[in-house]
């Protein structure tokens, strides 16, 4: 089955605690994307990588690391998380950035809580 | 100002009901713009998609772009009860996808 998965579903955790969120694609999809969501917020772009050892900023980076050393792999990584970090995030995938080969599919996200 | 507005409803209406949720945005260089559809405790699947000025219809649905006045909708016909979700307008430049704070609905039967 074609999917995005992350891991783990749900985390809680403490501050200054280094953890990671891993989130794979079997599509052979070339972008992959980092987004976390907020109450009144809604969505914003963390981090994406439009391919393997290319990554670029979004719009809410602070706090945050990634790296795309494979294809399928995009992990997000807090080196040092803040209670601020508490969110839901949601890793996506598409197959391209041209037209609507940039339709991103979604994994099931993963909630957060930094104590 | 952000980059794209939603009105975050919530937007409450009956069954069969026409429903017209909006988005403005303020960059001109947006290329593409989507809706976007999340369930409860769900990530987001994509719902509409187009890059040009006018309408696009989907069966119930049609999305409309006006770039001139920095504008889209979706409208949703004949709303039935599954249609109940957070709507969420996205436009894409150059690998960023920038979202609004979505429109939570519910239609009642």
């Known amino acids: 089955e074609a999917q995005v998965t992350q891991n783990p579903r749900y985390l809680i955790t403490v501050t200054g605690k280094k953890l990671t969120v891993t989130c794979s694609q079997n599509?052979?999809?070339?972008?992959m994307s980092w987004y976390r969501q907020d109450p009144g917020l809604g969505l914003r772009q963390i981090y994406y990588?439009?391919?393997?050892?290319?990554?670029d900023k979004g719009d809410v980076p602070e706090g945050y690391k990634v790296s795309r050393k494979e294809k399928r792999n995009f992990p997000l990584i807090l080196e040092s998380p803040s209670p601020n970090q508490t969110s839901l995030y949601f890793c996506a995938s598409s197959p391209g950035t041209s037209g609507i080969y940039n339709e991103q599919f979604f994994g099931p996200g993963t909630r957060l809580t930094v104590l | 100002q952000k980059e794209v507005e939603q009105d975050p409803g919530p937007l409450s209406v009956p069954e069969g009901a026409i429903v017209s949720l909006n988005c403005t945005y303020s960059?001109?260089?947006?290329?593409?713009f989507m809706w976007y559809r999340q369930y409860s405790r769900k990530g987001p699947e994509l719902l509409m998609y187009t890059y040009s000025s006018g309408n696009k219809e989907d069966g119930r649905f049609t999305a409309q772009v006006d770039k001139s006045s920095k504008y889209i909708s979706l409208f949703i016909r004949d709303s039935q009860p599954s249609d109940s979700a957070t709507y969420l307008c996205?436009?894409?430049?150059?690998?960023?996808?920038?979202f609004g704070q979505g429109t939570e609905l519910s239609v009642k039967p």
């Open positions: 599509m052979n999809h070339e972008y």
């Open positions: 990588s439009m391919n393997v050892e290319v990554t």
């Open positions: 960059n001109s260089a947006f290329q593409y």
């Open positions: 996205a436009l894409y430049q150059g690998g960023k996808l920038i």
